[in-house]
């Protein structure tokens, strides 16, 4: 089963700086299906990225999604306040069916 | 526009189960299939399984095998997972979502399901 670790736990920045935000396969995740989700507190997560690298509809440019095999990111280029969330990945295919990780929180610094 | 409406709390106890509900809208059910996730308070997403509304079959995480039924009603647009068993561990969040090869665009609201005696 493949396991996806995110990190760091949590990041602390302030707005207007970079995040890079890692996800790591224990093994390699077929076709690049990988997703990116932010979820904010009390509400249900969103699609941002999803194919290790295409923007979701909608999603603003400043979030970016990269990588392959079993290395992937998610770089918000310029933290807006709204950006302060938690973000998961997730890959999809194969066998199980998902898995997210286990998450990183955004924080203000 | 695409909608998945979920059922409302519930407070259940150790033992007993727990059947929520999932009201898709705006677009062809049979179409897409049904994914369940879950999240305990202050932890990640975990997902439990999906359901396919064409034909109706599922695939369980092994971690809810044999305690969990996910079923659909085409008539009505709506999916159902009934969770057996439960323990205060299972006091979370649930979400219903619609799968799209295992891409989740679209969620329901959530339904916080508590188990305490």
């Known amino acids: 089963e493949v396991v996806l670790t995110q990190s760091p736990g949590t990041l602390s920045l302030s707005p207007g700086e970079r995040a890079t935000l890692s996800c790591r396969a224990s093994q390699s995740v077929s076709g690049n299906n990988l997703v990116w989700y932010q979820q904010k507190r009390g509400q249900a997560p969103r699609v941002l990225i999803y194919a290790a690298s295409s923007r979701a509809t909608g999603i603003p440019d400043r979030f970016s999604g990269g990588g392959s095999g079993t290395d992937f990111t998610l770089t918000i280029s310029r933290l807006e306040p709204e950006d302060f969330a938690v973000y998961y990945c997730q890959r999809y295919g194969g066998s199980p069916r998902l898995t997210f990780g286990g998450g990183t929180k955004v924080e203000i610094k | 526009q695409v909608q998945l409406v979920q059922s409302g709390a519930e407070v259940t106890k150790p033992g007993a189960s727990v059947k929520v509900s999932c009201k898709a809208s705006g677009y062809t059910f049979s179409s897409y299939g049904i994914s369940w996730v879950r999240q305990a308070p202050g932890q990640g997403l975990e997902w439990m399984g999906w359901?396919?509304?064409?034909?109706?079959?599922?695939n369980y995480a092994q971690k809810f095998q044999g305690r969990v039924i996910m079923t659909t009603d085409t008539s009505t647009t709506t999916a159902y997972m009934e969770l057996r068993s439960l323990t205060s561990d299972d006091t979370a969040v649930y979400y219903c979502?619609?799968?799209?090869?295992?891409?989740?665009?679209?969620w329901g609201q959530g339904t916080l399901v508590t188990v305490s005696s």
């Open positions: 359901i396919s509304p064409y034909n109706g079959n599922t």
């Open positions: 979502a619609r799968d799209g090869s295992g891409l989740l665009h679209y």
